[in-house]
């Protein structure tokens, strides 16, 4: 089984708004500002506009960095993932509301996944961590061959 690790932390959102605001010179505001992903409380109350603004924010981010990382088109067919979020306060969340559906959207974009339902991702694991001085996403993705089932 193959491992794949892939880390988001603040010097690759760094990288990625070099990249934005060369391609998009007279904007202003960074699109993503944290290396975790928006809570669902916070874009669910969103408008309709407002979040698939944000959606497609991540979306685009999401496929840069998978380009960054060399996976484009690698078209996992069946896997399973682990999210490890890394807050820099200890504030309390509720892990129901970190799914990364913005990430895995922007997984099956770039090609990186063929898709993120249950017959090529049998399991989705979250998890919270604390680290004040590198607050990260670490994703997980357990490449399994055609003939796994767990």
Request: net charge positive.
């Amino acid at each position: 089984m193959e491992r794949i690790k892939l880390v988001i932390d603040n010097s690759v959102l760094d990288e990625y708004n070099k990249f934005y605001f060369g391609r998009y010179r007279k904007r202003r505001k960074a699109p993503i500002v944290q290396p975790t992903h928006p809570s669902l409380n916070k874009w669910m109350i969103m408008s309709r506009v407002m979040a698939n603004d944000l959606k497609g924010k991540w979306k685009d981010f999401i496929v840069w960095f998978v380009e960054k990382n060399k996976m484009t088109n690698k078209k996992i067919n069946k896997c399973s993932m682990m999210f490890i979020y890394y807050f820099k306060t200890k504030i309390r969340k509720d892990i129901d509301n970190l799914t990364p559906k913005f990430i895995l959207d922007g997984f099956v974009q770039s090609g990186l996944l063929i898709d993120d339902d249950s017959f090529h991702m049998s399991s989705l694991t979250m998890k919270v961590g604390y680290d004040k001085n590198n607050p990260r996403t670490e994703i997980y993705i357990n490449v399994m061959e055609e003939e796994d089932n767990a």
